[in-house]
T-cell receptor
């Protein structure tokens, strides 16, 4: 089935540095990628939607200059957390819809990235 | 905007007990409804879905029926196992039109723990 490979699975970085998270669709073309953030014991909150070849659409309250999203190809979408701070520590997940028709069978999720900023 | 409300957890059951996790939604159109499961240390997996009213999604002994009149999509399983221990998320997606895909809106998640 469709697979989205997300890397790294865990990363620890120092405050002020930037971290890049990659999501690759391995056996399908991901024209759209959703980026979610999951807080401990909380739900997934949509941060932004990226479409290949165009600018990402950010949800209200998400700083686009802090969370840079690039979707330069049909198989790769990246999220860069710039100038990370401890409050950015979280679990980040990407997801891509798959299938054809009004709605596909579902969405394929990456395995997530646990970011810890120290 | 769209929203999904799940029953508060955590839910703790004994093996072979009956499970119900309530989910209600608010949407402006005609959404598709999903249940996702997240096992410890793993990513989200689709458990089941329903795309229109009165559809019943089922998988691995779990079922949920799309009830438009009550805007609900409750998850049920007749006999839970220890291996069902996980976090369960109800979600909805409204089609963006044609063959486009809408974003997923999640409920807050329900932690299920099943004891032997």
């Amino acid at each position: 089935g469709a697979v989205v490979s997300q890397h790294p699975s865990r990363v620890i970085c120092k405050s002020g540095t930037s971290v890049k998270i990659e999501c690759r669709s391995l056996d399908f073309q991901a024209t759209t990628m959703f980026w979610y953030r999951q807080f401990p014991k909380k739900s997934l909150m949509l941060m932004a939607t990226s479409n290949e070849g165009s600018k990402a659409t950010y949800e209200q309250g998400v700083e686009k200059d802090k969370f840079l999203i690039n979707h330069a190809s049909l198989t790769l979408s990246t999220l860069t957390v710039t100038s990370a701070h401890p409050e950015d520590s979280s679990f980040y997940i990407c997801a891509s819809p798959r299938g054809f028709g009004p709605l596909g069978y579902g969405y394929t999720f990456g395995s997530g990235t646990r970011l810890t900023v120290v | 905007g769209d929203s999904v409300t799940q029953m508060e957890g955590p839910v703790t059951l004994s093996e072979e007990a009956f499970l119900t996790i309530n989910c209600t939604y608010t949407a402006t159109g005609y959404p598709s409804l999903f249940w996702y499961v997240q096992y410890p240390g793993e990513g989200l997996q689709l458990l089941l879905k329903a795309t229109k009213a009165d559809d019943k999604g089922s998988n691995k002994g779990f079922e949920a029926t799309y009830r438009k009149e009550t805007t609900s999509f409750h998850l049920e399983k007749g006999s839970v196992q220890v291996s069902d221990s996980a976090v369960y998320f109800c979600a909805l997606s409204e089609s963006a039109g044609g063959t486009s895909y809408g974003k997923l809106t999640f409920g807050q998640g329900t932690i299920l723990t099943v004891h032997p």
